[in-house]
């Protein structure tokens, strides 16, 4: 398996507070990404990165940022929570364009 | 923008019978294509992929055609067990400039195969 860790696996928050959840990977893969998973919609990307410090939008990017100052990690930050974010988020990392993805286990955020 | 659509499930087939899964998209160049699967409380696994036309990707008893005239890229296997039971998603990968690209997903076909 890729060496892809998620943290925390589960989170329970309440409305409003700040939430961050953190990917790090041992692959030294240059691109990291975090997707969300919800019934109906399958995996929508909310950021990604080619690089240190080079991060993008993805498609569903408001009420979230990212940071990645170093290779191995890319966190994901709630700015205040609210309950549509409550979801299952994935850490995903690549060598490449067309380079498979490796998945993480995922993290199951619920907001209160 | 891009977008990939799959058949909607859930799909439910006996042990031994035949499976596709229909997967279409839309894209403004030359995208590669992809299937992942799902297993229950996993993350997605990689399955088959093709970056170009007529490109067919195998895995596991699973084959996918890259069908630029039709954009489709669908998912079959001849003989699907129960262990085949998953979620399998069709993507799309596409250069968005800057050398990065971002990965499309359809919304996922859940897969049951009984006994």
């Known amino acids: 398996d890729a060496g892809i860790t998620q943290s925390p696996r589960h989170k329970v928050t309440e409305t409003g507070t700040p939430v961050t959840l953190r990917c790090h990977q041992t692959e030294n893969h240059r691109y990291m990404y975090w997707y969300r998973q919800d019934p109906g919609h399958g995996l929508r990307l909310i950021h990604y990165?080619?690089?240190?410090?080079?991060?993008d939008k993805g498609e569903v990017s408001d009420g979230y940022s990212v940071s990645r100052s170093k290779t191995e990690d890319f966190l994901l930050t709630l700015e205040s929570a609210t309950s549509s974010q409550t979801s299952v988020y994935f850490c995903?990392?690549?060598?490449?364009?067309?380079?498979?993805?490796?998945f993480g286990s995922g993290t199951q955020l619920s907001v209160l | 923008g891009d977008s990939v659509t799959q058949m909607e499930g859930p799909v439910t087939l006996s042990e031994e019978a035949f499976l596709t899964i229909n997967c279409t998209y839309t894209a403004t160049g030359y995208p590669s294509l992809f299937w992942y699967v799902q297993y229950p409380g996993e993350g997605l696994q990689l399955l088959l992929k093709a970056t170009k036309a007529d490109d067919k990707g195998s895995n596991k008893g699973f084959e996918a055609t890259y069908r630029k005239e039709t954009t489709s890229f669908h998912l079959e296997k001849g003989s699907v067990q129960v262990s085949d039971s998953a979620v399998y998603f069709c993507?799309?990968?596409?250069?968005?400039?800057?050398?990065?690209?971002?990965?499309?997903f359809g919304k996922g076909t859940k897969l049951s195969v009984i006994p």
């Open positions: 993507a799309l990968s596409e250069n968005s400039g800057a050398g990065s690209y971002q990965l499309t």
């Open positions: 995903a990392i690549s060598r490449g364009r067309d380079e498979k993805l490796f």
């Open positions: 990165s080619y690089g240190v410090k080079d991060t």
